[in-house]
Structure formats: structure tokens, C-alpha cells
């Protein structure tokens, strides 16, 4: 019998008798003390590489190295969970990965600045202790999610940003290396072809040109149900002025408590005005919405009515997730206990659901 099928029964059972008779656990027989139990959490790890995938910009070469970059990060996140350690290690392990890759928008292939620098954004929060890390505008941090996990284990702080930043990374022993490492040619490119647009006018704003979302994220539920999400960026191709997006900022690209985890990717400002995260996260605690209901809301709904675009992660404590987005594609996988890798790209395809919980 299916436990599902005894909570049913059971509840039958309670409604025929009358709530006293079976109301404590000596009455109740052996099975409905363990139908009551609640499931041990299935863990499972869910993964972006950014809402801006746009076919006609890949190759089936591009296509393939990304799924294959995607599933290595899912793989990596699942062997720390499948050691027991906790959501948060997984996410940083997937992240990491994701960094080193140079097809997103985080860490190694991180997209220019005007000034053509490539400038870093990261952040990353444990839901169980609600304690968090942020970085912002470094450019010498190899893996920025290393930094602001030690920001939020070894600092009395949330988010430092810049030279500040990588004197404590030094401190810390996080990984330095030349800025010269993160360049990557299709990126430069990139920042030409919105610096000849911007010139000749065609850019309606600074940022218009540039929708080049490739921000890493990842949120992951433990075997012990404790949730952590975290996000990774070089931002928006052609931004200024010491500009920072959503991805550091907690609340607005990452956040997660004891309910809820979530990484987004997008057009940051929009996110950040949104309070994009947290605004998910608060539908699910205070109005009872569905993982999909409160994702759907602010992604498919707030932000494009406010005139932005993207996507986000979402996870729940009971292992459900969502991955909306309003833009052509987004990289996208989950993985759960059996440690096999599910991703996709674009919007037409779709990402295989797990069995029902
Ligand atoms: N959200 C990021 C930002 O605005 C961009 C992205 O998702 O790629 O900085």
C-alpha cells in the first residue's frame, strides 16, 4: 500500500470514528504513526546559466559544449549532496563549475564593461541559517562564489565590493588571478558590436544593447531539507559607471530561507526595483502560493509588465521547483537522488519533470 493511499484511509478512518478515538498515537495502529511522519527530504539540486540563449547565436557546437558544461555542474553539485554535505556546498561546487566555464556570463567569459573590464558580481545564501555573502565589481577573483561564501563565513559582513573585496579575497586565501584570465573573444566581440550601436545610435539606452544574460545560478534541498542558492555574473555587456545588477544583492537576484531558494537571471535592474527573490519567497510564505504560482507571478507577470525580461530558479523545502522565463531560452537542469543530469536550452524544449513526490 502506497503511503499516499494510507493517509487517505487513515483520514477516512478518523472522519468515521470521530477525531478521540484515534486522536493520540496509543490508539492509532503502527501504520498511521508512520504515515504521519513526515517524508525525508529528496535532495536535489537545480542549475541556470542565464535567461539570454538565443538559437540563432549558437552553434550545434556551442549547444553541445553548453549541455555538457550544464550536466558536469549538475554532476558536481550531486556529489556533494550524495556525501551528505550540506545544499550549500552543492551549490557552490555547481557554480564553481559554471565559472570556469567560458560560455556563460560568470567568472571566465564574463562579458566587458564599457571600459572594457570584465567586472564581477556574486552572491550566496544559506536558507537554514539565514546567513548570506556578497561580492561586487571585483576583477580578480577567479571564482567569485568562493569569495562570498568566505564573506559569509569568515567576515562580520554581507557584501563587500571592489579593491576592498580582493584584499579580503587575499586574506581569505581565495584564488587570484589576471584579470586577463576572464577575457574571452566572443565576449569582447560582443561589447564591439553595442559599442558600434550605441555610437550610431540605434541603442534606445544603455543597457538595450546588451541583453546578454549569462549569469550562473544554482539552488539546492539537502537530505537534512536545508536550502542555499547562489548566483554569479559579469553583469550586463556595456555597463558603466560601477554598475551592479540583481545577482549580489539579496532579495533581489538571490535569496533563500527555511521555505524557499532562488537564483534569477535577467535584466537586473528590473529584479532589483521587483525585489524579485524575496517577492517569490514572501507569495509562498504569507499567500500560500505554489512554488509555480509565486515563480510564475514575478517572472512571467511583474517584470515584463514593468518592462524587463529573464527568468529564475525557484525551489521548495518539499523538493518542488520551477524554472520560469519570459525570453527565448534559458540555460537550464536539475538533478535529484539518482544522479542523473536533466537539461535544456530554448523554450520549445522541454526539460523532463520529476516523478511525482
Ligand atoms: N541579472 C544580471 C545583471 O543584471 C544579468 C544576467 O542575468 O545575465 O547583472
Not at 562579458?111 to 552572491?123: C, I, M, P, R
Not at 519570459?326 to 536533466?342: K, L, S
Request: some cysteine; charged content about 20%.
Amino acid at each position: 500500500m502506497t503511503n499516499s493511499l494510507r493517509r487517505k484511509l487513515h483520514l477516512q478512518l478518523r472522519r468515521a470514528c470521530g477525531a478521540a478515538l484515534l486522536g493520540t498515537m496509543a490508539l492509532a495502529p503502527a501504520w498511521a504513526a508512520e504515515a504521519a511522519k513526515p517524508a525525508a527530504p529528496r535532495p536535489v539540486l537545480v542549475i541556470h546559466g542565464g535567461a539570454g540563449v538565443e538559437r540563432a547565436g549558437l552553434s550545434e557546437q556551442d549547444q553541445k559544449d553548453a549541455r555538457a558544461a550544464l550536466e558536469s555542474a549538475l554532476r558536481a553539485g550531486h556529489a556533494a549532496l550524495a556525501a551528505g554535505k550540506p545544499a550549500l556546498d552543492a551549490v557552490t561546487a555547481a557554480i564553481v563549475v559554471l565559472e570556469d566555464a567560458p560560455m556563460f556570463n560568470a567568472g571566465r567569459g564574463a562579458v566587458f564593461t564599457h571600459d572594457g573590464k570584465n567586472e564581477l558580481d556574486s552572491a550566496v545564501m544559506d536558507g537554514a541559517s539565514g546567513r548570506a555573502g556578497a561580492v561586487a565589481g571585483v576583477h580578480r577573483v577567479k571564482n567569485p562564489i568562493a569569495l562570498a561564501r568566505a564573506v559569509m563565513e569568515k567576515s562580520k559582513h554581507v557584501m563587500l565590493v571592489g579593491d576592498g573585496a580582493e584584499v579580503f579575497a587575499k586574506q581569505a586565501g581565495v584564488t587570484l588571478v589576471d584579470p586577463s584570465y576572464f577575457r574571452t573573444d566572443k565576449r569582447w566581440q560582443q561589447l564591439q558590436k553595442a559599442l558600434k550601436e550605441e555610437a550610431s545610435g540605434q541603442a534606445h539606452e544603455d543597457l538595450e544593447t546588451a541583453k546578454h544574460f549569462g549569469t550562473v545560478g544554482a539552488v539546492a534541498l539537502d537530505a537534512q531539507g536545508r536550502l542555499a542558492a547562489g548566483t554569479s555574473t559579469g553583469g550586463m555587456t556595456n555597463k558603466r559607471y560601477g554598475r551592479v545588477g540583481d545577482s549580489p544583492i539579496i532579495g533581489a537576484g538571490t535569496y533563500a530561507d527555511a521555505r524557499c531558494a532562488v537564483s534569477g537571471t535577467g535584466w537586473g535592474e528590473y529584479y532589483i526595483r521587483a525585489v524579485a527573490a524575496h517577492e517569490i519567497c514572501a507569495r509562498m510564505r504569507y499567500a500560500g502560493q505554489s512554488v509555480r504560482e509565486a515563480a510564475s507571478g514575478v517572472i512571467d507577470r511583474d517584470i515584463p509588465a514593468a518592462g524587463g525580461d529573464g527568468g529564475a530558479i525557484v525551489l521548495g523545502a518539499n523538493g518542488d521547483f520551477a524554472l520560469p522565463f519570459n525570453t527565448e531560452g534559458m540555460y537550464r537542469g536539475w538533478i535529484g537522488a539518482d544522479g542523473v543530469p536533466h537539461v535544456a536550452l530554448f523554450k520549445d524544449e522541454k526539460l523532463t519533470e520529476p516523478a511525482a513526490r
